[in-house]
């Protein structure tokens, strides 16, 4: 039998086919919302299900968004602002799970304090980057003070 090594992200990493571990802090990052986020991470994808360990960089993030798939984050170091659909922003800090249900525009923006770090899962029935609800790539959220130096 063909081994499968296709992924639906480009620049993710295939898991099975004797590959079952996965160093994360190690492997290489990838942009893990191109055109709305400034989050990189390496991304790994089984058969059905895909995972990444996200960085966020301080006072950045994503635009509001949305993509057909359902998303988990589990927040591992630092603080986010959050809003899901119609709901509040809220700061969500370690220890929160978050709930992204699919095509519900949602963002998430790591506070001024420090970086954030989180885990992502998503299902497979779309890749990792979605896309912004204005229609735009224009880039990331970025906080007054915080955005990218010029080349």
Known sequence: MAENTETKTK?????????????????????????????????VEGDRMQCALVTKPKGTGSRPHLHPNEQWNYVVKGTLRVKVGDGEEQLCGPGTLLYFPANIVHYTIATVEEDVVFFAVKDLSHGIIGKAADGTMAGGHFDPGHEPKPA
């Open 11 to 43: 620049g993710a990493v295939k898991g099975g086919n004797g590959r079952f571990i996965f160093p994360l802090a190690e492997m290489a990052k990838i942009e893990a919302g191109t055109g709305y986020s400034t989050a990189v991470g390496p991304v």
